[in-house]
């Protein structure tokens, strides 16, 4: 299977949906209010749009009444910042969790309660604690800068099948490898998709997860990484990256911000076709 599979599977009716979208309360990093970003969904003919802020649920309420006034299904979730060991310097990534009914948004919201601990606040929730939390809870495998996936392939194949099999263990049916986009691929993000495909058609072997049933095969599902709802709010969120890191930005003759950081704004449904139809010439 490859990318492209992935989105002609669908029917060119079908919308894309943003599940991978950050709010003014993934703090020092969303731009956008929900609002905005349930207003622009709304005007882009979006019937539903998910809240994935990093390690925060607190914008949940403010989401759902939101998307109620503008008539667009809210899907919530959550990313959340994942350590493969308990020890300190474990490798620390993101997945995203979305909650299908309100016993698992319990169990969302109790994850997010103990990852705010202070044990595990620089460290990442160890991924042996998502243990008990996981039914009815649908599981990306990461993606953006700081996947889980992605970062454990980049460490070591061997790292990178060690942890998708303990997902999978966790999550079972639960579980989509995640293929993140803002742009075409380049060279080398290829080369990371292409793993995490074979990953996903069964590279890491059977896996006897939790609710006992044997699986290998796993979903691919698109995501394009949201951090503000129009182009125009670009300038806003590289400034709160840049105020959070510590870093610095660097103004142009035009009056905009200097970066190589990609496009990270809510896209039509044309758009994210383009973003995943796109192939590397060769």
Not at 14 to 32: K, M, Q
Not at 126 to 152: A, F, H, N, Q, W
Not at 213 to 233: F, M, N, S
Request: charged share 20%.
């Amino acid at each position: 299977m490859t990318v492209q599979d992935l989105t002609q599977s669908q029917s060119l009716t079908d919308p894309f949906i943003h599940l991978r979208v950050h709010t003014t309360y993934s703090l020092s990093e969303g731009a956008s209010y929900p609002k905005d970003l349930l207003g622009l969904a709304k005007n882009l003919n979006m019937p539903a749009l998910a809240i994935s802020d990093r390690n925060s649920m607190h914008g949940v309420f403010d989401f759902s009444m939101k998307a109620k006034d503008y008539k667009v299904q809210p899907i919530i979730g959550i990313q959340l910042s994942v350590s493969l060991g308990s020890k300190p310097g474990s490798l620390t990534g993101n997945i995203i969790l979305f909650a299908c009914t309100e016993q698992a948004f319990h169990n969302i919201n109790a994850l997010h309660l103990r990852a705010s601990r202070s044990e595990f606040a620089s460290e990442g929730l160890p991924i042996e604690c998502l243990r008990g939390y996981t039914k009815d809870v649908i599981c990306l495998t990461g993606g953006g800068e700081d996947g889980l996936l992605p970062l454990s392939m980049n460490k070591s194949s061997q790292l990178g099948i060690s942890c998708l099999r303990t997902l999978l263990e966790i999550f079972g049916s639960g579980l989509y490898v995640e293929i993140c986009r803002n742009a075409p691929p380049s060279v080398e993000s290829e080369i990371v998709e292409k793993g995490l495909i074979d990953l996903a058609e069964g590279q890491a072997g059977e896996v006897v997860c939790l609710d006992g049933i044997r699986r290998d095969k796993i979903p691919l599902v698109a995501t394009i990484d949201t951090w503000h709802a129009t182009p125009e709010g670009r300038d806003a969120w590289l400034m709160l990256r840049a105020i959070s890191s510590g870093g610095r930005v660097k103004m142009l003759n035009d009056g905009t911000l200097d970066s190589k950081a990609p496009q990270c704004h809510l896209r039509s449904q044309e758009e994210a076709k383009k973003i995943f139809d796109a192939e590397i010439s060769r």
